[in-house]
Each structure stands twice: as C-alpha cells, then as structure tokens.
C-alpha cells in the first residue's frame, strides 16, 4: 500500500536552489508525496508559483503569519525567525488539511538518498520522532551549545501528545529563539532536549 508522505519546509530565495534539491530527491526517491512549502520571500513564491510542480503545496507568507508571529518578527534577526517559525509552520499544515495523520518538518538543505518509508515503519504508533546529531565521541562537548538532537527532521503525528509538543514548542520558541546558547537554550534547537522525558511517545531514531 503507498503512503502519502507530507513534508513541510521553508526558505526564501537563497535557499530556494537547495529546497528545488530536497524536491527532486523526494520525487525520485519517495513516489507519493506531498512538499508544503512556505515561501520566506516574494521572490521564492514569484518563482515557485511560475514553476507550478505539481507535489508543493505554496503557502505565502501573509497568509501565514499570525499576530503572535508578526510581534517577534523585528526582534529578531533573519535566521532566528526562520527558526521561530519551525514548530507554527507544522501546526499550520495540521489546520489547513484535517485528513492529514502527520505531518514532517524538514529542513530545507535535506536530500533524500533513498525513500524514507523505513523510518516512518521505525517510528510505529509513536506521536514524534526526533533525530539525534550523533556526534562522534571527540566532539560529545557539541551537545552542551547545540543540543542532543536536530531539528533536521521531525515527524509530528497528529494526536494529543503530537498537538502537546507542537504546541508548547511553538510557545518557547514565540518567547525566546535567538542565535546563541543561553541558559541551556540555542535558537528552536535545544528545547528538543527535554521531549522524551516530559512527553511519552516519543521516538528517538535509531536508523542510521
């Protein structure tokens, strides 16, 4: 039976040469697929919109920002509202399509090698899966300014705990997501720390 895999991800026009590449890696390697993409910049939209592939879902940015959003937005640099945006853009997909079971944030600069079905298979029943950075042992001091996992990746299912996480990540991240390491803090990265031990069902990749 096919899944119809939805990923969600966004960029501006600097990255839109990368995101073109997750695109291409996805349509080669994962047969049915959905890519929502929110267009960081009018021109990303301008050219995503006259390029119409038929597997990205546009969403344009004054559709998307909300009041909440739209407050931090000037206290922050570009970066860190690229990164304060990570847990809304999953939450919006969740609203716009409520046949939706789940919902993958992925970064933009990602490419598929292969087809990701075998982690979905991994993660079960599970409400989120999350990736560590797995560093090698020489550089372990990394995780102390950067985190356990990365948010290169994650799988939201859409069901309490999935909504819980969501949710409360969003809150954090509208109230503090900046470009440096404070109070155990680094942009929207560390708070991943903490899911598996406030959170059941949480899934922690093990496929390398």
Same mark, same amino acid.
Request: glycine share 2%.
């Given at each position: ?10 960029? +501006? ?103 990701? #079905?075998?982690?979905?298979? !991994?993660?079960? +029943? ?5 990736? !560590? ?47 440096? #390491? #404070? ?13 598996? +031990? ?11």
């Amino acid at each position: 039976m096919k899944n119809n895999y939805h990923f969600c991800t966004l960029f +501006d026009h600097n990255y839109l040469y990368k995101g073109l590449a997750l695109y291409n890696s996805l349509e080669k390697h994962c047969p049915d697929f959905t890519l929502w993409v929110l267009a960081m910049s009018d021109v990303a939209y301008l050219t995503l919109k006259k390029l119409n592939l038929k597997k990205i879902r546009l969403i344009k940015l004054n559709d998307f920002e909300d009041a909440e959003l739209l407050k931090v937005k000037p206290t922050r640099s570009t970066v860190e509202y690229f990164w304060t945006l990570s847990p809304s853009l999953p939450l919006y997909v969740l609203k716009q399509d409520s046949h939706l079971d789940m919902i993958s944030y992925i970064d933009a600069d990602c490419f598929f090698y292969a087809n990701p #079905e075998p982690l979905y298979k !991994e993660m079960g +029943d599970d409400s989120v899966l999350i990736i !560590e950075h797995r560093y090698a042992p020489e550089r372990k001091d990394w995780e102390k300014t950067s985190g356990r996992f990365n948010v290169e990746l994650i799988v939201f299912r859409r069901d309490n705990i999935g909504q819980q996480v969501l949710k409360r990540w969003r809150e954090q991240c509208i109230e503090w997501c900046y470009f440096r #390491e #404070e109070n155990g803090k680094l942009g929207d990265q560390m708070y991943l720390n903490t899911w598996s +031990d406030d959170y059941k069902k949480i899934h922690i990749l093990q496929h390398k």
